[in-house]
Nanobody
Framework: QVQLVTSGGALAQPGGSLRLSCAASGRTFSRYAMGWFRQAPGKTREFVSAITSSGDMTSYADSVKDRFTISRDNTKNTVYLQMNSLKPEDTAVYYC?????????????????WGQGTQVTVSS
């Protein structure tokens, strides 16, 4: 069982930056691939980024590639999402999720545990 607590969401201006954090409980965090998803009002939850359990591979949605960076610190049981060059269309509730022990997962069904979500609003 993994419990995830997401933080870092805020109001940001277009072109600004935010860093989201997702802290996991338990001693087995390093066994889980992790991902970030987001859900905008009236839209379905969509994939943003993923990272393998060891952190050696990452994946990004085309809409955030070259602007967002996912990373993890297994000594702190935390995964991060650095978001730069923010756009109004990045406005959403952002969720972190923990998946299986191997691979890089980009679909909702591949994740077993979810954080509570943090609101990111990009507006001038």
């Amino acid at each position: 069982q993994v419990q995830l607590v997401t933080s870092g969401g805020a109001l940001a201006q277009p072109g600004g930056s935010l860093r989201l954090s997702c802290a996991a409980s338990g001693r087995t965090f390093s066994r889980y691939a992790m991902g970030w998803f987001r859900q905008a009002p009236g839209k379905t939850r969509e994939f943003v980024s993923a990272i393998t359990s060891s952190g050696d591979m990452t994946s990004y949605a085309d809409s955030v590639k070259d602007r967002f960076t996912i990373s993890r610190d297994n000594t702190k049981n935390t995964v991060y999402l650095q978001m730069n060059s923010l756009k109004p269309e990045d406005t959403a509730v952002y969720y972190c999720a923990a998946g299986g022990p191997t691979g890089l997962y980009t679909t909702i069904n591949e994740y077993d545990y979810w954080g509570q979500g943090t609101q990111v609003t990009v507006s001038s």
